[in-house]
Nanobody, 117 residues
Framework: QVQLVESGGGLVQPGGSLRLSCAASGSIFSANVMGWYRQIPGKERELVAAITSGGRINYADSVKGRFTISRDNAKNTVYLQMNSLKPEDTAVYYC???????????WGHGTQVTVSS
């Protein structure tokens, strides 16, 4: 079984920064994609950013230039550095791991990010 443990959410003022971390444990194939999604009540979960084990990165247009995703393959950990946060970034952020070979997808429990003055 694969487990994803997220940390780093919280309350921050507009313009501030937060860093999210997600550590994966269990049987993880080396070829995978790790990423972050977010969801607000009443809306579908949306991709924020994703990074493959080979280092290819994809960002949602709404976060380009403000958020940076990175990963440490040795630790099976993915990070999301969020700068210049806006109130519209407020959401529950979910870590996601997709095994490329099997297309199996795993989700973390989510961490709340609130941007408010």
């Amino acid at each position: 079984q694969v487990q994803l443990v997220e940390s780093g959410g919280g309350l921050v003022q507009p313009g501030g920064s937060l860093r999210l971390s997600c550590a994966a444990s269990g049987s993880i194939f080396s070829a995978n994609v790790m990423g972050w999604y977010r969801q607000i009540p009443g809306k579908e979960r949306e991709l924020v950013a994703a990074i493959t084990s080979g280092g290819r990165i994809n960002y949602a247009d709404s976060v380009k230039g403000r958020f940076t995703i990175s990963r440490d393959n040795a630790k099976n950990t993915v990070y999301l550095q969020m700068n210049s946060l806006k109130p519209e970034d407020t959401a529950v952020y979910y870590c996601n791991l997709k095994i490329i070979l099997t297309t199996t997808t795993y989700w973390g429990h989510g961490t709340q990010v609130t941007v408010s003055s």
